[in-house]
Protein backbone atom coordinates (compact mmCIF):
# COMPACT_ATOMS: atom_id res chain seq x y z
CA UNK A 1 0.00 0.00 0.00
CA UNK A 2 1.53 3.51 -0.93
CA UNK A 3 2.46 5.53 1.88
CA UNK A 4 -0.14 8.39 2.86
CA UNK A 5 0.46 12.16 1.26
CA UNK A 6 0.56 14.45 3.91
CA UNK A 7 1.02 17.81 2.45
CA UNK A 8 3.28 20.80 3.73
CA UNK A 9 0.61 23.00 4.97
CA UNK A 10 0.86 25.89 7.33
CA UNK A 11 -1.78 27.40 9.61
CA UNK A 12 -2.31 30.53 6.97
CA UNK A 13 -3.84 28.38 4.12
CA UNK A 14 -0.27 27.84 2.34
CA UNK A 15 1.12 24.45 1.10
CA UNK A 16 5.06 24.13 0.15
CA UNK A 17 5.58 22.51 -3.26
CA UNK A 18 8.77 23.95 -3.50
CA UNK A 19 11.77 22.32 -2.15
CA UNK A 20 14.92 24.26 -1.94
CA UNK A 21 18.01 22.41 -1.07
CA UNK A 22 21.15 23.97 0.31
CA UNK A 23 24.34 21.34 -1.04
CA UNK A 24 26.97 23.74 0.57
CA UNK A 25 27.68 26.84 2.82
CA UNK A 26 31.19 26.97 0.75
CA UNK A 27 31.37 29.46 -2.29
CA UNK A 28 34.46 30.05 -4.15
CA UNK A 29 33.10 33.92 -4.34
CA UNK A 30 33.84 36.87 -1.34
CA UNK A 31 30.23 39.12 -2.48
CA UNK A 32 30.27 42.16 -0.08
CA UNK A 33 26.81 41.89 0.24
CA UNK A 34 27.07 38.22 1.68
CA UNK A 35 30.24 37.52 3.60
CA UNK A 36 33.34 39.22 4.34
CA UNK A 37 36.95 38.92 2.76
CA UNK A 38 38.03 36.45 4.68
CA UNK A 39 34.91 34.11 4.68
CA UNK A 40 33.22 32.56 6.91
CA UNK A 41 33.61 29.41 9.34
CA UNK A 42 32.51 26.66 7.27
CA UNK A 43 30.35 23.83 8.47
CA UNK A 44 32.75 20.95 9.33
CA UNK A 45 32.39 17.97 6.72
CA UNK A 46 30.89 14.99 9.06
CA UNK A 47 27.28 18.21 9.24
CA UNK A 48 26.78 18.41 5.85
CA UNK A 49 24.69 15.63 4.52
CA UNK A 50 26.36 13.12 2.17
CA UNK A 51 24.47 12.33 -1.09
CA UNK A 52 22.32 9.45 0.04
CA UNK A 53 21.35 11.47 3.36
CA UNK A 54 20.23 14.14 0.68
CA UNK A 55 18.52 11.80 -1.53
CA UNK A 56 17.12 10.39 1.44
CA UNK A 57 14.98 13.50 2.53
CA UNK A 58 14.25 14.57 -1.00
CA UNK A 59 12.43 11.34 -2.13
CA UNK A 60 10.41 11.85 1.51
CA UNK A 61 9.63 15.02 0.56
CA UNK A 62 8.47 14.47 -3.12
CA UNK A 63 6.83 11.02 -2.51
CA UNK A 64 5.51 11.66 0.92
CA UNK A 65 5.03 15.07 1.05
CA UNK A 66 3.97 16.68 -2.19
CA UNK A 67 7.04 18.68 -3.15
CA UNK A 68 7.25 19.08 -7.22
CA UNK A 69 9.55 21.27 -7.57
CA UNK A 70 13.71 20.87 -5.95
CA UNK A 71 15.63 23.79 -6.48
CA UNK A 72 19.41 22.94 -5.55
CA UNK A 73 21.18 25.57 -4.07
CA UNK A 74 24.52 26.59 -1.54
CA UNK A 75 26.78 28.26 -0.98
CA UNK A 76 27.58 27.58 -4.13
CA UNK A 77 25.88 24.24 -5.50
CA UNK A 78 28.63 23.30 -8.53
CA UNK A 79 31.24 23.03 -5.88
CA UNK A 80 29.85 19.27 -5.13
CA UNK A 81 31.57 16.92 -7.38
CA UNK A 82 28.88 14.66 -6.91
CA UNK A 83 26.18 17.22 -8.39
CA UNK A 84 25.71 15.55 -11.31
CA UNK A 85 24.94 12.10 -9.33
CA UNK A 86 22.00 13.72 -7.26
CA UNK A 87 20.57 15.37 -9.88
CA UNK A 88 20.00 12.23 -12.11
CA UNK A 89 18.93 10.47 -8.42
CA UNK A 90 16.06 12.88 -8.04
CA UNK A 91 15.02 12.50 -11.84
CA UNK A 92 14.46 9.11 -11.22
CA UNK A 93 11.91 10.05 -8.61
CA UNK A 94 8.00 9.29 -9.05
CA UNK A 95 6.65 11.33 -9.51
CA UNK A 96 9.37 13.61 -10.99
CA UNK A 97 9.34 17.01 -9.50
CA UNK A 98 11.44 20.01 -11.64
CA UNK A 99 14.97 20.22 -11.00
CA UNK A 100 16.28 23.39 -10.85
CA UNK A 101 20.15 25.00 -9.83
CA UNK A 102 21.01 28.33 -8.54
CA UNK A 103 24.67 28.77 -9.14
CA UNK A 104 27.31 31.55 -9.26
CA UNK A 105 28.00 30.40 -12.80
CA UNK A 106 31.57 29.60 -12.24
CA UNK A 107 32.17 26.03 -13.78
CA UNK A 108 29.32 25.77 -15.67
CA UNK A 109 31.15 26.13 -18.30
CA UNK A 110 32.25 22.75 -17.68
CA UNK A 111 29.16 20.89 -16.46
CA UNK A 112 26.16 22.53 -18.36
CA UNK A 113 26.01 19.36 -20.59
CA UNK A 114 26.14 16.92 -17.95
CA UNK A 115 23.94 18.50 -15.79
CA UNK A 116 21.49 18.87 -18.60
CA UNK A 117 22.34 14.84 -19.70
CA UNK A 118 21.25 14.30 -15.81
CA UNK A 119 18.12 15.81 -15.36
CA UNK A 120 18.71 19.98 -14.85
CA UNK A 121 15.47 21.21 -15.97
CA UNK A 122 16.16 25.12 -15.31
CA UNK A 123 19.15 26.83 -14.04
CA UNK A 124 19.50 30.64 -12.50
CA UNK A 125 22.87 32.47 -12.81
CA UNK A 126 23.81 35.07 -10.19
CA UNK A 127 25.62 38.36 -12.20
CA UNK A 128 25.53 41.68 -10.87
CA UNK A 129 27.78 43.87 -12.92
CA UNK A 130 29.55 43.60 -16.58
CA UNK A 131 32.10 45.72 -15.69
CA UNK A 132 35.19 44.06 -14.92
CA UNK A 133 36.47 46.14 -12.15
CA UNK A 134 32.76 46.54 -10.33
CA UNK A 135 32.86 42.37 -10.31
CA UNK A 136 36.13 42.35 -8.77
CA UNK A 137 35.40 44.74 -6.16
CA UNK A 138 31.79 43.09 -5.68
CA UNK A 139 33.18 39.29 -5.59
CA UNK A 140 36.95 40.01 -4.58
CA UNK A 141 37.65 38.11 -7.33
CA UNK A 142 38.61 38.45 -10.57
CA UNK A 143 35.90 35.81 -12.79
CA UNK A 144 33.38 37.79 -14.31
CA UNK A 145 34.81 35.97 -17.86
CA UNK A 146 33.84 32.72 -16.26
CA UNK A 147 30.39 33.64 -15.41
CA UNK A 148 29.98 35.13 -18.56
CA UNK A 149 30.89 31.74 -20.06
CA UNK A 150 28.69 30.06 -17.73
CA UNK A 151 25.96 31.42 -19.07
CA UNK A 152 26.47 30.92 -22.89
CA UNK A 153 27.42 27.31 -21.80
CA UNK A 154 23.78 27.33 -19.67
CA UNK A 155 21.94 28.25 -22.94
CA UNK A 156 23.82 25.91 -25.51
CA UNK A 157 22.82 22.93 -23.17
CA UNK A 158 19.47 23.58 -24.36
CA UNK A 159 18.27 25.04 -20.80
CA UNK A 160 15.74 28.01 -21.50
CA UNK A 161 15.20 30.60 -20.43
CA UNK A 162 18.54 30.66 -18.67
CA UNK A 163 17.64 33.33 -15.97
CA UNK A 164 20.34 35.61 -14.64
CA UNK A 165 19.58 37.11 -11.46
CA UNK A 166 20.72 41.22 -10.23
CA UNK A 167 21.11 42.78 -7.22
CA UNK A 168 21.04 46.63 -8.21
CA UNK A 169 23.11 48.44 -4.95
CA UNK A 170 23.02 52.26 -4.93
CA UNK A 171 26.17 53.82 -5.70
CA UNK A 172 27.43 50.00 -6.60
CA UNK A 173 25.69 49.08 -9.88
CA UNK A 174 23.01 50.60 -10.14
CA UNK A 175 23.69 52.61 -13.16
CA UNK A 176 24.20 49.68 -15.08
CA UNK A 177 20.75 48.22 -15.11
CA UNK A 178 19.86 49.26 -19.08
CA UNK A 179 23.26 47.88 -19.83
CA UNK A 180 22.39 44.70 -18.13
CA UNK A 181 18.93 44.54 -19.98
CA UNK A 182 20.44 45.18 -23.59
CA UNK A 183 23.46 42.34 -22.74
CA UNK A 184 20.47 40.05 -21.69
CA UNK A 185 18.47 40.52 -24.85
CA UNK A 186 21.95 40.01 -27.15
CA UNK A 187 22.65 36.65 -25.02
CA UNK A 188 18.99 35.32 -24.84
CA UNK A 189 18.72 35.02 -21.31
CA UNK A 190 16.03 36.23 -18.93
CA UNK A 191 17.18 38.91 -16.38
CA UNK A 192 15.60 39.44 -13.24
CA UNK A 193 16.20 42.39 -11.10
CA UNK A 194 15.86 41.36 -6.88
CA UNK A 195 16.28 43.87 -4.16
CA UNK A 196 18.52 43.36 -2.09
CA UNK A 197 17.99 41.56 1.19
CA UNK A 198 19.28 41.21 4.97
CA UNK A 199 20.93 38.38 4.54
CA UNK A 200 24.54 38.71 4.94
CA UNK A 201 26.88 37.49 7.59
CA UNK A 202 27.74 41.36 8.46
CA UNK A 203 24.70 42.55 9.56
CA UNK A 204 25.17 45.53 8.00
CA UNK A 205 21.84 45.80 5.48
CA UNK A 206 21.05 49.16 4.84
CA UNK A 207 17.68 50.22 3.20
CA UNK A 208 18.91 52.72 2.00
CA UNK A 209 21.76 51.41 0.00
CA UNK A 210 18.74 49.11 -1.77
CA UNK A 211 17.39 49.70 -5.32
CA UNK A 212 13.92 48.91 -5.18
CA UNK A 213 12.27 47.22 -7.37
CA UNK A 214 10.04 50.14 -9.12
CA UNK A 215 13.61 52.41 -9.38
CA UNK A 216 14.95 49.57 -11.29
CA UNK A 217 12.21 49.11 -13.45
CA UNK A 218 12.73 53.10 -13.96
CA UNK A 219 15.96 52.66 -14.76
CA UNK A 220 15.57 50.53 -17.39
CA UNK A 221 12.61 52.31 -19.00
CA UNK A 222 15.13 54.69 -19.70
CA UNK A 223 15.96 52.83 -22.73
CA UNK A 224 13.58 50.30 -22.64
CA UNK A 225 9.71 50.30 -22.88
CA UNK A 226 8.37 47.80 -20.70
CA UNK A 227 4.57 46.05 -21.10
CA UNK A 228 3.08 43.94 -19.08
CA UNK A 229 1.84 40.78 -20.82
CA UNK A 230 -2.00 40.31 -19.04
CA UNK A 231 -1.97 36.39 -19.81
CA UNK A 232 1.70 36.26 -17.64
CA UNK A 233 0.67 37.85 -14.90
CA UNK A 234 -2.83 36.00 -14.03
CA UNK A 235 -0.37 32.78 -14.37
CA UNK A 236 2.29 34.25 -11.99
CA UNK A 237 0.50 32.36 -8.88
CA UNK A 238 3.90 32.02 -5.96
CA UNK A 239 6.30 32.97 -8.71
CA UNK A 240 8.56 35.56 -7.23
CA UNK A 241 9.10 37.61 -10.24
CA UNK A 242 6.94 40.30 -11.55
CA UNK A 243 7.45 39.94 -15.57
CA UNK A 244 7.75 42.31 -18.68
CA UNK A 245 8.10 42.08 -21.96
CA UNK A 246 10.77 44.74 -23.71
CA UNK A 247 8.65 46.08 -26.39
CA UNK A 248 9.93 44.83 -29.93
CA UNK A 249 11.54 41.47 -28.95
CA UNK A 250 9.87 38.21 -27.44
CA UNK A 251 12.04 38.46 -24.88
CA UNK A 252 11.27 38.95 -20.38
CA UNK A 253 12.61 41.13 -17.86
CA UNK A 254 11.43 40.05 -14.32
CA UNK A 255 11.22 42.40 -10.99
CA UNK A 256 11.22 40.48 -7.56
CA UNK A 257 10.20 43.43 -4.97
CA UNK A 258 10.80 40.85 -1.79
CA UNK A 259 11.32 43.81 0.49
CA UNK A 260 9.13 46.25 -0.86
CA UNK A 261 6.11 44.41 -2.09
CA UNK A 262 6.37 41.12 -0.20
CA UNK A 263 5.03 37.90 -1.54
CA UNK A 264 4.86 36.10 1.82
CA UNK A 265 0.77 35.35 1.39
CA UNK A 266 1.72 33.19 -1.59
CA UNK A 267 4.56 31.66 -0.71
CA UNK A 268 4.86 27.77 -1.69
CA UNK A 269 8.39 27.54 0.00
CA UNK A 270 10.49 25.17 2.28
CA UNK A 271 13.95 25.35 3.15
CA UNK A 272 16.32 22.13 3.62
CA UNK A 273 20.47 23.43 4.46
CA UNK A 274 23.58 21.30 3.75
CA UNK A 275 23.44 20.18 7.45
CA UNK A 276 20.16 19.10 7.71
CA UNK A 277 17.80 22.00 9.13
CA UNK A 278 14.48 22.25 7.90
CA UNK A 279 13.52 26.31 7.41
CA UNK A 280 10.03 27.37 6.50
CA UNK A 281 11.10 30.67 5.63
CA UNK A 282 14.09 32.14 4.68
CA UNK A 283 13.82 35.35 7.33
CA UNK A 284 13.12 31.99 9.87
CA UNK A 285 14.65 32.50 13.51
CA UNK A 286 14.20 28.57 14.00
CA UNK A 287 14.64 25.60 12.54
CA UNK A 288 13.80 21.96 12.70
CA UNK A 289 16.65 18.84 12.80
CA UNK A 290 15.87 16.40 10.35
CA UNK A 291 19.99 15.40 10.27
CA UNK A 292 19.70 13.59 13.97
CA UNK A 293 16.74 12.25 13.98
CA UNK A 294 18.45 10.49 9.93
CA UNK A 295 21.35 9.48 11.21
CA UNK A 296 19.51 8.06 14.55
CA UNK A 297 17.51 5.04 12.72
CA UNK A 298 14.32 7.20 11.71
CA UNK A 299 11.85 5.60 9.41
CA UNK A 300 10.26 7.50 7.12
CA UNK A 301 6.90 8.08 8.42
CA UNK A 302 8.91 9.73 11.10
CA UNK A 303 11.05 11.80 8.65
CA UNK A 304 7.36 12.70 7.24
CA UNK A 305 5.62 14.16 10.37
CA UNK A 306 8.84 16.09 11.87
CA UNK A 307 8.65 18.12 8.51
CA UNK A 308 4.80 18.37 8.28
CA UNK A 309 5.30 20.30 11.73
CA UNK A 310 8.27 22.52 11.07
CA UNK A 311 6.35 23.75 8.28
CA UNK A 312 3.13 23.86 10.21
CA UNK A 313 4.42 26.89 12.78
CA UNK A 314 5.08 29.10 9.62
CA UNK A 315 4.41 32.62 10.59
CA UNK A 316 2.59 35.02 7.66
CA UNK A 317 5.37 37.07 6.65
CA UNK A 318 9.15 37.58 6.79
CA UNK A 319 8.38 41.06 8.97
CA UNK A 320 11.46 43.29 7.03
CA UNK A 321 9.19 46.26 8.09
CA UNK A 322 8.35 45.45 11.54
CA UNK A 323 10.34 47.80 13.88
CA UNK A 324 11.35 44.30 16.13
CA UNK A 325 12.58 42.66 12.73
CA UNK A 326 15.37 40.52 13.21
CA UNK A 327 17.82 39.48 10.74
CA UNK A 328 18.16 35.16 10.56
CA UNK A 329 21.97 34.32 12.39
CA UNK A 330 22.60 32.27 9.23
CA UNK A 331 23.73 34.09 6.24
CA UNK A 332 22.45 33.34 2.71
CA UNK A 333 25.45 31.28 1.57
CA UNK A 334 24.44 28.78 4.60
CA UNK A 335 20.86 28.96 4.14
CA UNK A 336 20.24 28.61 0.50
CA UNK A 337 18.71 30.73 -2.01
Given at each position: ????M?P??????????????????????R?T??M?????????K???LT??E??????V??????I?????T?????????L???????????????????????????????????????V??S????????????T???RL??????????????????K?????????????A??????????????R???????D????W??????????????????????E?????A??G?A????F?????????G????????F?G????V??????????C?????????????????D??????R?????A??????????????????????I??
Amino acid sequence: MPARMLPLADRHGRVATDLRVSLTDRCNLRCTYCMPAEGLPWLPKDEILTNAELMRLIRVAVERLGIASVRLTGGEPLLRPDLEQLVAGIAALTPRPKIALTTNGIGLDRRAASLVATGLDRVNVSLDTLRPEVFRDLTRRDRLTDVLDGVRAAKAAGLDPVKVNTVLMRGVNHTEAADLVEWALGEGVQLRFIEQMPLDAQHGWDRGEMVTAAEAMALVADRFELIEDPEVAAARGSAPAELFRVVGTPQQVGFIAAVTRPFCGDCDRVRLTADGQIRNCLFARTESDLRAPLRAGADDDEIAQRWVRAVAGKLPGHGIDDPSFLQPDRPMSAIGG
